[in-house]
């Protein structure tokens, strides 16, 4: 075998990577003595961007697409090595390739609450946790800022620094909003796309950009989460008089149910009882501990009244109507009334309501003189 061809078959001549990860964000192609043949075929695929690295300085760029390394198609190799068109022996150079798909899935929290100002609550601490996707929008930047010289850089050696970003930037945003900690569930969405904004801006620097940040939770110190539970409570529960009502009369008929279980007859009743002690103790205390005054009774209820004549029934007349009617005599003693609740028909002067009415009338007169 001529001694050019054996060396001519140690030089690598098809550069690619494909990537079984899912966190792997640039890996060096690995070769014997860093030597690549000339004419050697590079395929760098979709979502992939190859960086070629000489004498530390980053040399080309190479976005999708399958190449032959030659001098035509590398005009700053060509400069940095001083070849010429005919010039046909192999170089030496790294060779990075750097994913340019979105990472996905990746997390962030607030590792100590925020401090606020709420306009209901007013100074309170919250915490929020969600997740978000980078991506390399410059792969040369991002080669020379944070990768260096790394042969395998994963997102777990870049998230950390993000994550940082993140939490500063959603402090400043929400803090600076002024909307209530009960209301911010419902604009997490505005949330994150003002702070994916935000932060895609700083970390432009690095070659990365934020193309979505998810807010999946905004939540309060467990103290305040309790009292706002009872007072959701409350709410649901809505009059305390007749929520103590109902209880009380639940202990009592599941006594009722069950007489011979005599220690939670027991307890159904003295839960009941309790209930309206305390209700009652409550409204002495709202009146400076003096006794309640009793309700006045209601009104009592007018009756009204019908009248037989004749066989008819006429009416229905309050006692003001019979007052009037006992004036011009349409109502005499003789006549039958009857009101609801009476058992049946009686005179007008045995109805001790209506025999009144007479009394202010002066008698019949006496016969006249024969």
Same mark, same amino acid.
């Given at each position: 075998?001529? /001694? *050019?061809?054996?060396?001519?078959? %140690?030089?690598?001549?098809?550069?690619?990577?494909?990537?079984? =990860? &899912?966190?792997?964000?640039?890996?060096?192609?690995?070769?014997?003595?860093?030597?690549?043949?000339?004419?050697?075929?590079?395929?760098?695929?979709?979502?992939?961007?190859?960086?070629?690295?000489?004498?530390? #300085? @980053?040399?080309?760029?190479?976005?999708?697409?399958?190449?032959?390394?030659? =001098?035509?198609?590398?005009?700053?190799?060509?400069?940095? %090595?001083?070849?010429?068109?005919?010039?046909?022996?192999?170089?030496?150079?790294?060779?990075?390739?750097?994913?340019?798909? &979105?990472?996905?899935?990746?997390?962030?929290?607030?590792?100590?609450?925020? *401090? +606020? &100002?709420?306009?209901?609550?007013?100074?309170t601490r919250i915490r929020a946790f969600g997740t978000y996707t980078v991506?390399?929008?410059?792969?040369?930047?991002?080669m020379t800022e944070i990768v260096g010289t790394d042969g395998e850089f994963?997102?777990?050696?870049?998230?950390?620094?993000?994550?940082?970003?993140? $939490?500063? #930037?959603?402090? %400043?945003?929400?803090?600076?909003?002024?909307?209530?900690?009960?209301?911010?569930?419902?604009?997490?969405?505005?949330? !994150?796309?003002?702070?994916?904004?935000?932060?895609?801006?700083?970390?432009?620097?690095?070659?990365?950009?934020?193309?979505?940040?998810?807010?999946?939770? /905004?939540?309060?110190?467990?103290?305040?989460?309790?009292?706002?539970?009872?007072? =959701?409570?409350?709410?649901?529960?809505?009059?305390?008089?007749?929520?103590t009502q109902f209880q009380t009369a639940e202990a009592m008929r599941a006594?009722?149910?069950?007489?011979?279980?005599?220690?939670?007859?027991?307890?159904?009743? !003295? *839960?009941?009882?309790? *209930?309206?002690?305390?209700?009652? +103790?409550?409204?002495?205390?709202?009146?400076?501990?003096?006794?309640?005054?009793?309700?006045?009774?209601?009104?009592?209820?007018?009756?009204?009244?019908? @009248?037989?004549?004749?066989?008819?029934?006429?009416?229905?007349?309050?006692?003001?109507?019979?007052?009037?009617?006992?004036?011009? !005599?349409?109502?005499?003693?003789?006549?039958?009334?009857?009101? %609801?609740?009476?058992?049946?028909?009686?005179?007008?002067?045995?109805?001790?309501? @209506?025999? #009144?009415?007479?009394? $202010?009338?002066?008698?019949?007169?006496?016969?006249?003189?024969?």
């Open positions: 075998m001529p /001694i *050019m061809d054996f060396l001519k078959g %140690q030089f690598i001549d098809v550069i690619e990577w494909t990537d079984d =990860t &899912r966190d792997t964000m640039v890996y060096r192609f690995e070769r014997y003595g860093n030597e690549i043949k000339y004419g050697a075929k590079l395929t760098v695929r979709e979502g992939q961007t190859a960086v070629f690295i000489h004498e530390g #300085q @980053l040399a080309d760029i190479f976005t999708p697409g399958l190449y032959m390394l030659e =001098t035509n198609n590398m005009p700053i190799m060509t400069n940095l %090595q001083h070849w010429d068109h005919g010039f046909a022996s192999p170089f030496k150079s790294e060779i990075y390739f750097v994913s340019t798909a &979105r990472f996905t899935d990746l997390k962030w929290g607030t590792k100590n609450p925020i *401090m +606020l &100002r709420d306009p209901e609550f007013g100074p991506k390399v929008s410059d792969a040369g930047r991002f994963t997102t777990d050696e870049v998230t950390s620094q993000i994550r940082n970003i993140i $939490v500063q #930037q959603f402090s %400043q945003t929400v803090a600076g909003s002024g909307i209530p900690v009960l209301d911010m569930a419902a604009n997490t969405g505005e949330f !994150g796309k003002l702070v994916a904004g935000h932060i895609s801006e700083t970390i432009a620097s690095y070659g990365l950009t934020l193309p979505e940040l998810y807010i999946e939770n /905004i939540s309060l110190p467990p103290a305040v989460e309790e009292a706002l539970d009872k007072r =959701t409570s409350m709410g649901v529960v809505g009059d305390l008089n007749r929520y006594a009722a149910e069950n007489p011979g279980g005599g220690g939670g007859m027991g307890e159904g009743l !003295g *839960m009941g009882m309790g *209930m309206a002690m305390a209700q009652g +103790l409550a409204q002495n205390m709202a009146g400076g501990g003096r006794p309640s005054q009793a309700a006045p009774p209601p009104p009592p209820v007018e009756h009204v009244w019908h @009248l037989a004549e004749n066989g008819q029934t006429k009416g229905p007349y309050s006692r003001a109507d019979l007052g009037r009617m006992a004036g011009t !005599g349409e109502l005499t003693r003789q006549t039958h009334v009857w009101t %609801q609740g009476q058992d049946g028909w009686k005179k007008a002067d045995e109805v001790q309501e @209506l025999a #009144q009415l007479f009394t $202010v009338m002066p008698p019949p007169p006496p016969p006249a003189a024969g």
